[in-house]
């Protein structure tokens, strides 16, 4: 038996039993299925492995370099369109200075409008620059600025005349009642149709829910009201605004007009493209 055993092992595969055969074929399936095991890694789209069988986690690393660098200049353009140039804008300004009081009030309602136009860039229709950022992150964000800073809109005609507590003259309450009486500006006129507007916009987003409109209704009208709410305030800002030159209200109207273009063009897309369906 054992010189047949050893005489078999010199035969070729051809004569080999077809269970040794079986065996053998196998263990080569075997062999090549885990030589190719490295390929639902690289047919998934993770990482370059450049067939090699190893993982190449530097496409994956500079991707995620690349991706940290675009929110960082998304902040820092942010910041800069929001916050620093408006307030250069205001420091830049010849209007006369006035007690410190009013002019951190006149700066808190200045950024406070910007952040209003700010929102146009934090709906999900500016998708450029927001896809290297998490959707729900950005509308948290979204949520409080809205908010806090609806809020201290709304306490804008009180925050007008609370200077006045603390100086001689005409009665606060009485300059408030002046202000909201005085119909012959057209600022003031906006500036009051504006409020109405911000005052709805704050209550149909707190109660979205108990409002019986389907998400896709209210988007549209959360995003028309919104417009309606810029062209009007905009309007009281540069005809009735201290800090208003020809450069800030330059300034408003154009990062305003880019705002409701980017939200009015997401609108007609997609209505177009149900269009072409429908067809």
Same mark, same amino acid.
């Given at each position: 038996?054992?010189?047949?055993?050893?005489?078999?092992?010199?035969?070729?595969?051809?004569?080999?039993?077809?269970?040794?055969?079986?065996?053998?074929?196998?263990?080569?399936?075997?062999?090549?299925? @885990?030589?190719? $095991?490295?390929? $639902?890694?690289?047919?998934?789209?993770?990482?370059?492995?450049?067939?090699?069988?190893?993982?190449?986690?530097?496409?994956?690393?500079?991707?995620?370099?690349?991706?940290?660098?675009?929110?960082?200049?998304?902040?820092?353009?942010?910041?800069?369109?929001?916050?620093?140039?408006?307030?250069?804008?205001?420091?830049?300004?010849?209007?006369?200075?006035?007690?410190?009081?009013?002019?951190?009030?006149?700066?808190?309602?200045?950024?406070?409008?910007?952040?209003?136009?700010?929102?146009?860039?934090?709906?999900?229709?500016?998708?450029?620059?927001?896809?290297?950022?998490?959707?729900?992150?950005?509308?948290?964000?979204?949520?409080?600025?809205?908010?806090?800073?609806?809020?201290?809109?709304?306490?804008?005609?009180?925050?007008?005349?609370?200077?006045?507590?603390?100086?001689?003259?005409?009665?606060?309450?009485?300059?408030?009642?002046?202000?909201? @009486?005085?119909?012959?500006?057209?600022?003031?006129?906006?500036?009051?149709?504006?409020?109405?507007?911000?005052?709805?916009?704050?209550?149909?987003?707190?109660?979205?829910?108990?409002?019986?409109?389907?998400?896709?209704?209210?988007?549209?009208?959360?995003?028309?009201?919104?417009?309606?709410?810029?062209?009007?305030?905009?309007?009281?800002?540069?005809?009735?605004?201290?800090?208003?030159?020809?450069?800030?209200?330059?300034?408003?109207?154009?990062?305003?007009?880019?705002?409701?273009?980017?939200?009015? $063009?997401?609108?007609?897309?997609? $209505?177009?493209?149900?269009?072409?369906?429908?067809?």
């Amino acid at each position: 038996m054992h010189r047949l055993r050893d005489v078999c092992k010199h035969l070729p595969n051809r004569c080999l039993s077809p269970r040794s055969k079986i065996r053998k074929s196998g263990n080569k399936v075997s062999g090549r299925l @885990s030589d190719l $095991s490295f390929m $639902s890694n690289v047919l998934s789209g993770r990482c370059n492995h450049h067939f090699t069988g190893e993982v190449d986690t530097s496409s994956c690393f500079m991707g995620v370099i690349m991706e940290n660098t675009i929110k960082k200049y998304n902040i820092i353009a942010a910041i800069m369109a929001i916050v620093i140039f408006p307030i250069l804008f205001w420091a830049l300004g010849d209007a006369p200075k006035r007690t410190w009081l009013k002019e951190a009030i006149s700066i808190l309602t200045i950024l406070a409008y910007f952040m209003m136009l700010g929102q146009f860039f934090l709906a999900r229709s500016n998708h450029f620059m927001l896809k290297a950022h998490k959707m729900n992150r950005v509308l948290k964000l979204h949520k409080f600025i809205g908010y806090l800073f609806v809020l201290i809109l709304l306490i804008h005609p009180l925050l007008i005349v609370f200077p006045r507590y603390f100086e001689a003259g005409v009665d606060p309450v009485e300059a408030f009642i002046t202000i909201l @009486s005085t119909y012959d500006s057209i600022g003031v006129l906006f500036g009051i149709i504006a409020w109405c507007l911000m005052l709805i916009l704050g209550i149909t987003s707190l109660f979205r829910n108990k409002i019986g409109l389907s998400y896709k209704n209210w988007k549209i009208f959360h995003g028309l009201l919104s417009i309606a709410f810029i062209i009007f305030a905009s309007w009281h800002a540069i005809d009735l605004g201290r800090h208003t030159n020809i450069w800030m209200s330059v300034y408003m109207i154009i990062i305003g007009g880019i705002g409701i273009i980017l939200l009015l $063009s997401t609108y007609f897309s997609k $209505s177009l493209k149900e269009g072409e369906t429908n067809d």
